[in-house]
């Protein structure tokens, strides 16, 4: 039998959990409460935020081996429980979790490359997560919401954290050049971020011209909606080199292929866009060995990543407002779900559970 610290109040047997049982059927059910073992926290759910993994998995084309699941793997809360080997941590306090669970001791797991650890699952993707009441984690994958930070912004640590990954994986300097491929909310991030790192100038293109005006505004050098004027813009706005770092961050095999001619010699493509699965790119062997590129992927955010995108979120370094301005509660996942698919104009969706 586990013994748990928990608040004053007991506990309920069981939980409100938006469950999808199959592809795009989410059944809002009366679920058992999760139990912590000894290591792990129960979190009392506030926020929860979805994004375009949580649209694959709704659709099935994702994780459908683990349905019924309760997705969300962008959530906040606080601490209802602890296991009793927990220390360092209390109840009440607010927390975001790294929903990257690895094994701990492999030679990935040690290198914070815990996607390649064979061992690896995802809260709210392989294993339930943050659309219900109460989720459970591992504690040695808590994030601490940092002082005076809002519980709701907290809830964005995990995407903002992908993006911390990306500038390490990326090598990105002060004073480099930065095209964005792509400005979706994903893409706004990562403009967010190259800003702070020191990147410049940076030039974004988007097809959607309501995309390419929230770059713009966001802090873009140059903003391109028409592709046909791309390659001009990003020959003008680097003496004629091409960009250090081409990011593609909308998951289309053409535009991986356009970075290449994008990018100026010597210079980097970050992979991060998502593609179909089996999905094949062209390239030039003999361009990239000439030319001296590099292609680096990057995926999820994890250990520091975590930490270090808190802090980035609790010192303002990063302008979340339109990704906390449509708000549903949990009983509504299914209309929330479909508005997210349906209208482009929404940047991101947050789940108010509790
Ligand atoms: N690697 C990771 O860790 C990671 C993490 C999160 C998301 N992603 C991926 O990043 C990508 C972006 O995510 P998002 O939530 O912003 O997606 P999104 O679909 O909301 O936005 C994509 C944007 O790309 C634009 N676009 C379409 N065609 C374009 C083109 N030819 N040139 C330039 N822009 C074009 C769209 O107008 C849209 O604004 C997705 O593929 C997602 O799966 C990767
Ligand atoms: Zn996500
Ligand atoms: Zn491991």
Redesign the pocket.
């Known amino acids: 039998m586990t013994h748990l610290r928990e608040m004053a109040a007991p506990l309920p047997k069981t939980m409100k959990a938006a469950v999808l049982v199959a592809p795009e059927q989410f059944e809002l059910r009366e679920v058992p409460l999760p139990v912590p073992g000894p290591d792990d926290v129960l979190i009392k759910v506030k926020r929860c935020g979805l994004?375009?993994?949580d649209m694959h998995i709704y659709h099935g084309k994702y994780s459908s081996d683990r349905l019924p699941l309760i997705p969300g793997h962008e959530f906040s809360g606080h601490i209802a429980a602890l296991g009793d080997a927990v220390t360092g941590l209390a109840l009440g306090q607010g927390v975001t979790a790294d929903i990257n669970v690895g094994c701990g001791r492999c030679f990935y797991c040690r290198k914070n490359e815990v996607m390649n650890c064979p061992t690896m699952v995802q809260i709210g993707i392989h294993v339930d997560g943050g659309l219900a009441e109460y989720v459970r984690v591992p504690a040695s994958h808590i994030v601490p919401v940092a002082r005076d930070t809002a519980i709701e912004l907290a809830a964005l640590t995990e995407?903002v954290s992908?993006i911390v990954?990306?500038v390490r994986r990326s090598r990105l300097q002060l004073g480099e050049s930065v095209l964005i491929?792509?400005?979706?909310?994903?893409?706004?991030l990562h403009l967010q971020v190259a800003r702070q790192a020191g990147a410049a100038p940076i030039i974004v293109?988007?097809?959607?011209p309501e995309?390419a005006a929230w770059a713009k505004a966001s802090g873009a050098d140059y903003v391109v909606s028409d592709?046909s004027t791309l390659a001009d813009v990003v020959e003008k706005a680097t003496q004629g080199r091409g960009a250090d770092l081409v990011i593609e961050?909308?998951?289309?095999t053409?535009?991986y292929e356009q970075a290449f001619d994008l990018v100026r010699p010597g210079g980097r493509v970050l992979a991060?866009?998502?593609c179909d699965q089996g999905a094949h790119a062209h390239y030039a062997p003999f361009k990239v060995v000439l030319k001296e590129l590099g292609l680096q992927?990057?995926?999820?955010?994890m250990g520091d990543d975590m930490h270090d995108a808190m802090t980035l979120i609790a010192h303002d370094r990063v302008d979340l407002d339109a990704f906390v301005e449509t708000v549903y509660p949990l009983e509504r996942i299914a209309e929330a779900m479909a508005a997210f698919i349906a209208d482009?104009r929404i940047?991101k969706v947050q789940i108010a559970v509790g």
């Open positions: 994004c375009g993994t995407p992908c990954r990306a491929l792509g400005a979706g909310p994903i893409g706004n293109s988007d097809p959607n995309r592709a961050s909308v998951g289309l053409a535009l991060f866009g998502l992927g990057s995926v999820a955010g482009k940047n």
